[in-house]
């Protein structure tokens, strides 16, 4: 498709265990964002990558969180003993050289 | 500390109307804005943006205003139409697109 994917939609796990999900940005797009939103509030950013690197990883709340993209093109998202209080609504981003994001449709974890 | 605030939770607009949707931002270095529209379900989609060089921008029925000096910019709509419902963001970055901050939103109806 032509839009930015996401995967999976839908993630519920035991508080504990290990989660990885995964953005497959638009294709050419240099920039990826990692955002998570809470409801009721704005996402909240969590790591940019400019191709391979991590440019800015200022957002990740603690070491339990990790994302890597190894290609500069996708990207996943690693949850080590995952809480309860991470669940969200995980959003993932890709632009062009930095300007307007481009989001995909999330992937709603839930932690039980 | 929120450093782009939505004072307005939520607002309701008659079909035809204008509907104005505030945001104000703490942080001085912010040089660029966008806004976004999200309907439930569905990741974040961007609607307009404008560069701190500049204070309006339009684009058909959206045009968005910014005042530096109040660190305040607002989303106009008009004419509003009912698919206009929706939850909108303000976002926020300092250096042209790195790091996005986003507002906790303003929910949108417009009443036909």
């Known amino acids: 498709g032509a839009g930015v994917s996401q995967t999976p939609s839908n993630k519920v796990t035991e508080k504990g265990k290990y989660v990885e999900l995964r953005c497959d940005p638009i294709?050419?797009?240099?920039?990826l964002y990692w955002y998570r939103q809470s409801l009721g509030q704005g996402p909240e950013f969590l790591i940019y990558?400019?191709?391979?690197?991590?440019?800015?990883d200022s957002g990740l709340p603690n070491d339990r969180f990790f994302a890597v993209r190894p290609e500069g093109s996708v990207s996943t998202l690693k949850i080590q003993r995952t809480e309860r209080g991470d669940s969200a609504v995980y959003l993932c981003?890709?632009?062009?050289?930095?300007?307007?994001?481009?989001f995909g449709e999330g992937s709603r974890l839930t932690v039980l | 500390d929120q450093q782009v605030k939505q004072n307005s939770p939520s607002l309701s607009v008659q079909e035809g109307r204008i509907s104005i949707l505030n945001c104000d931002y703490t942080?001085?270095?912010?040089?660029?804005f966008l806004w976004y529209k999200k309907y439930p379900a569905e990741g974040p989609t961007f609607l307009i943006s404008?560069?701190?060089?500049?204070d309006k921008n339009e684009d058909g029925r959206f045009t968005v205003f910014l005042n530096k000096s109040a660190k305040h910019l607002s989303l106009h709509i008009v004419p509003s139409q009912p698919g206009d419902s929706a939850v909108y963001f303000c976002?926020?970055?300092?250096?042209?697109?790195?790091?996005?901050?986003f507002g906790p939103g303003t929910r949108l109806s417009v009443l036909p």
């Open positions: 981003a890709s632009s062009l050289n930095r300007g307007e994001l481009f």
């Open positions: 294709s050419g797009h240099t920039a």
């Open positions: 990558f400019q191709g391979t690197g991590a440019a800015d």
């Open positions: 942080n001085s270095m912010f040089d660029y």
């Open positions: 404008i560069s701190s060089i500049k």
């Open positions: 976002a926020a970055s300092a250096d042209y697109g790195q790091n996005f901050v």
